[in-house]
Each structure stands twice: as structure tokens, then as C-alpha cells.
């Protein structure tokens, strides 16, 4: 099993700045990660795409948080972050970690979330 586990969320201020980052691990041996993403759900919404990134370093934000937020990844290491500025009452929710993922032993290709970080902004 790959498992992601999410860490950096909080409870902020309006204007304040968090930094989520994402790691991926297995007890398996070698496995890569591909494209890899942050999602976030608000209380009584769906599951929304925040930022993504490919291999190659390729990213995009949505355009809900474009010009405040900013993905980035380290391959080599499996983490992913989310660099968060000026944050808003709005972008209260659960922040999870997504990843494609493939093993070697045995093959197999994985898709895999995390268990989410808590961001709260208040005004």
C-alpha cells in the first residue's frame, strides 16, 4: 500500500498564509508517484480541484485561488505542497492529497488520497 498523509493545516485570520505539504511512502519496495493534486470540501459541498502537478513539474491552480495560491512538488522526495496566501473565510475546508501512484512489487496502478488537513480562516 502507498499511503499520503497531509500535514500544515490550521486555524488563521483572514490575509494570514499556510503551507500544506503531502508525502507519500510505502513499506513496499520502489514505487513512483505521477500526477498528484490537492482537493479541498467545505462543509455541505463536493470534493473541488485546487492545484495539480504532473511529473514533470507541470502545475495548475484553479481559478478560484489563482494568484494566491501556488503548487509545487519534489519528485524525488514524493511531497507535494500548497502554498497558501492571503487567505479568506472561503477557503475553510479539508484540504486532501491525491496521487497516482504505481507499484512494481507487484505491478499495480494506484489512485490515493490522503485523510485531509483542517484549514479554518476567520475574518
Known amino acids: 500500500q502507498v499511503q499520503l498523509v497531509e500535514s500544515g493545516g490550521g486555524s488563521v485570520r483572514a490575509g494570514a498564509s499556510l503551507r500544506l505539504s503531502c508525502v507519500a511512502s510505502?513499506?513496499?519496495?520502489?514505487?513512483?508517484?505521477?500526477?498528484m493534486a490537492w482537493y479541498r470540501q467545505a462543509p455541505g459541498k463536493q470534493r473541488e480541484l485546487v492545484a495539480s502537478?504532473?511529473?514533470?513539474?507541470?502545475?495548475e491552480v484553479a481559478s478560484s485561488v489563482k494568484g494566491r495560491f501556488t503548487a509545487s512538488r519534489d519528485t524525488p522526495r514524493k511531497m507535494i505542497y500548497l502554498q497558501m496566501n492571503n487567505l479568506k473565510p472561503e477557503d475553510t475546508a479539508t484540504y486532501y492529497c491525491?496521487?497516482?501512484?504505481?507499484?512494481?512489487?507487484?505491478?499495480?496502478?494506484?489512485?490515493?488520497w490522503g485523510r485531509g488537513t483542517p484549514v479554518s480562516v476567520s475574518p
Open positions: 491525491y496521487a497516482a501512484a504505481t507499484t512494481y512489487t507487484p505491478y499495480r496502478n494506484l489512485k490515493i
Open positions: 502537478t504532473t511529473v514533470n513539474g507541470r502545475t
Open positions: 510505502s513499506q513496499e519496495r520502489g514505487f513512483t508517484t505521477e500526477d
